[in-house]
């Protein structure tokens, strides 16, 4: 026998439940609500362009990009204005054999000019390390192409689960609901004397459990509806409203297809393969070391002086420059940069395979999923004929409370993995046209 206290527990917490529930649908359904209805084609053009993410792989790039100015600034003039005051202890002086001293500068003079340094020829090193840095500016652009679809991976999912959380929402909804019409059934066959008061105990329980996984469910909307705000760079607590999607990216591919389209498409494997080729201009430009540098200098001079005849003097100086000796400096650097042009070599074959089994998991996955929502479709058709039928032997005194409890479990559940099968072969979609390398936001922008 339950205590009385339990059962007035009980019928407590389920009452404060109720009022929770209908408060919460008055917020919903009766205040004006200021929900932001969001597409999935708007919300990608949103992320795309102002995303965190994009604007942090635009910034690096910039930087990136303001090195190749540096690297070609050598191939440019380099012009120096200077000017100084001299102090001098003694006035300089010559001595011209017997006679006496004779003063050839002043004790403290000025002097001034300008003069230009050009790099004539060095052998090809610095147009290599130029092209170098204008292939790693290459290869960023294409990182931050893949960070761009990576952010609209990322929603996408995030938004999927948005929608697949509404679905869930409604069959919790949906299964109060049930309760509570199995709560009336019960009840009225306790009054009627034809069934003892633990079936109308077990029926509360019941639909007090079924609530709680609607708050809980709710809860969860609201989690993942902050997370499309803070992809979207927006407040964590403003309302969305996400509307199906409209567009269905074509993946009827064979896997075949799919591996030559990530060889083809994949930003990380091209990135790969551009800093590989950037790796050997940089070797290249190492070994121009051992190659002299031809410049030319040349400038105008002012000095005052008044012991000169030309105070003020132009000069041209053509000149060669050469390291001899730089303590194994340079063929270390040769040798360093062989060992990383092999590690980037060894990389790139595991970039590869890498990404073959990221294209075959996800080209499984979805044809998983195509099969799933067959049969959870089936289910919840034969779900819902049993829930019917056990209801209706309940109410005919042939089936049990539990039949009927079991059938309405069941039948929540049939949804629950229904609506999962249909956003599995969804996800699996997106993630089938990030792992062949296609532009995300363009497969889901298309209008069909």
């Known amino acids: 026998m339950i205590p009385s206290g339990v059962n007035s527990c009980n019928r407590l917490s389920g009452t404060v439940l109720q009022l929770l529930l209908i408060v919460h649908a008055f917020l919903l359904f009766?205040?004006?609500s200021n929900a932001l209805s969001l597409t999935l084609e708007e919300g990608l053009e949103i992320v795309s362009e102002r995303g965190r993410d994009i604007k942090i792989s635009e910034a690096e790039e910039d930087v990136v990009r303001e090195g190749v100015q540096l690297t070609r600034s050598p191939l440019l003039p380099?012009?120096?204005?200077?000017?100084?005051?001299?102090?001098?202890?003694?006035?300089?002086?010559?001595?011209f054999g017997a006679f006496e001293a004779i003063p050839i500068s002043e004790k403290d003079f000025l002097t001034y000019g300008f003069r230009v340094n050009?790099?004539?020829?060095?052998?090809?090193?610095?147009?290599?390390?130029?092209?170098?840095?204008?292939?790693?500016?290459r290869e960023k652009k294409l990182d931050t192409l893949r960070v761009r679809n990576l952010v609209a991976l990322n929603f996408t999912l995030a938004?999927?689960?948005?929608?697949?959380?509404?679905?869930?929402?409604?069959?919790?909804?949906?299964?109060?609901?049930?309760?509570?019409a199995h709560l009336n059934d019960t009840r009225v066959m306790y009054e009627e004397g034809l069934i003892t008061r633990n079936d109308l105990l077990q029926a509360e329980v019941m639909l007090s459990d079924a609530r709680q996984r609607l708050l809980t469910t709710e809860n969860l909307r609201a989690m993942r509806a902050s997370?499309?705000?803070?992809?979207?760079?927006?407040?964590?607590?403003?309302?969305?409203?996400?509307?199906?999607?409209?567009?269905?990216?074509?993946?009827?591919?064979?896997?075949e297809v799919a591996w030559e389209s990530a060889v083809?498409?994949?930003?990380?494997?091209?990135?790969?393969?551009?800093?590989?080729?950037?790796?050997?201009?940089?070797l290249k430009a190492t070994k121009a070391r051992f190659y002299p540098d031809i410049y030319l200098s040349g400038g105008y001079e002012y000095q005052e002086n008044r012991y000169m005849v030309y105070e003020g003097n132009w000069s041209l100086l053509a000149g060669v420059k050469i390291n001899l000796f730089s303590g194994g400096a340079t063929?270390?650097?040769?040798?360093?940069?062989?060992?990383?042009?092999?590690?980037?070599?060894l990389t790139e074959e595991k970039l590869r395979d890498n990404i073959m089994l990221e294209v075959k998991k996800a080209y499984l996955q979805l044809q998983s999923a195509a099969k799933k929502v067959g049969v959870t479709s089936e289910a919840v058709a034969q779900a819902e004929e049993n829930q019917r039928l056990q209801r209706l032997r309940y109410r005919e005194g042939v089936g049990t409370a539990t039949d009927v409890i079991d059938a309405v479990t069941l039948m929540s559940r049939a949804e629950t993995n229904y609506w999962s099968a249909v956003y599995?072969?969804?996800?699996?979609?997106?993630?089938?046209?990030?792992?062949?390398?296609?532009?995300?936001?363009?497969?889901?922008?298309?209008?069909?």
């Open 424 to 448: 599995d072969i969804k996800r699996a979609e997106a993630g089938l046209l990030h792992a062949i390398g296609e532009d995300i936001t363009g497969a889901y922008g298309k209008k069909r």
């Open 30 to 32: 009766v205040l004006p």
């Open 264 to 282: 083809r498409l994949r930003p990380e494997l091209k990135g790969l393969l551009t800093r590989i080729r950037a790796k050997k201009e940089e």
């Open 227 to 255: 997370r499309i705000n803070s992809l979207l760079v927006k407040p964590l607590n403003e309302e969305v409203s996400p509307e199906e999607i409209s567009v269905r990216p074509y993946t009827e591919m064979s896997l």
């Open 118 to 137: 050009q790099l004539v020829y060095d052998f090809g090193r610095t147009y290599s390390m130029l092209r170098a840095s204008r292939l790693g500016l």
């Open 331 to 345: 063929r270390a650097r040769i040798r360093r940069g062989g060992a990383e042009l092999k590690t980037l070599s």
């Open 78 to 95: 380099q012009v120096d204005l200077y000017a100084h005051q001299t102090w001098l202890r003694y006035r300089p002086e010559a001595l």
């Open 159 to 180: 938004y999927l689960d948005l929608l697949e959380t509404g679905k869930f929402l409604t069959v919790a909804q949906n299964e109060v609901k049930r309760f509570e």
